[in-house]
């Protein structure tokens, strides 16, 4: 099993910035994906940014320019740095961990979830 913890969130002023963290812990398997969701009130989850173990990215069109996703390997950690907050950023952000096996998807694992909140 993965246990994931997040940390980093709260309130911010609209073009702000704030850093969010997740640290992993358990057998995340040399082959993964980790990334961030965030799930606003009302609405899906929906995703934020992936990098995989490669660290190939991906970026929601949304925070593409604004967010920027890293990960340490060493510490299997994962950073969402987040710059030029708006309202609509606010949401409460998931880090999660997919976990492949010799080239096969096993599961996916999810943190406890941050809220991040951008209002003046």
Not at 34 to 47: D, S, T, V, Y
Not at 48 to 65: H, P
Request: hydrophobic residues 30%; charged residues 20%.
């Amino acid at each position: 099993q993965v246990q994931l913890v997040e940390s980093g969130g709260g309130l911010v002023q609209p073009g702000g910035s704030l850093r969010l963290s997740c640290a992993a812990s358990g057998s995340i398997f040399s082959h993964n994906v980790m990334g961030w969701f965030r799930q606003a009130p009302g609405k899906q989850r929906e995703l934020v940014a992936t990098i995989s173990s490669d660290r190939s990215t991906n970026y929601a069109d949304s925070v593409k320019g604004r967010f920027t996703i890293s990960r340490d390997n060493a510490k299997n950690t994962v950073l969402l740095q987040m710059n030029s907050l708006k309202p609509e950023d606010t949401a409460v952000y998931y880090c999660s961990v997919d976990r492949y096996y010799r080239g096969r998807y096993m599961d996916t694992n999810w943190g406890q979830g941050t809220q991040v909140t951008v209002s003046s």
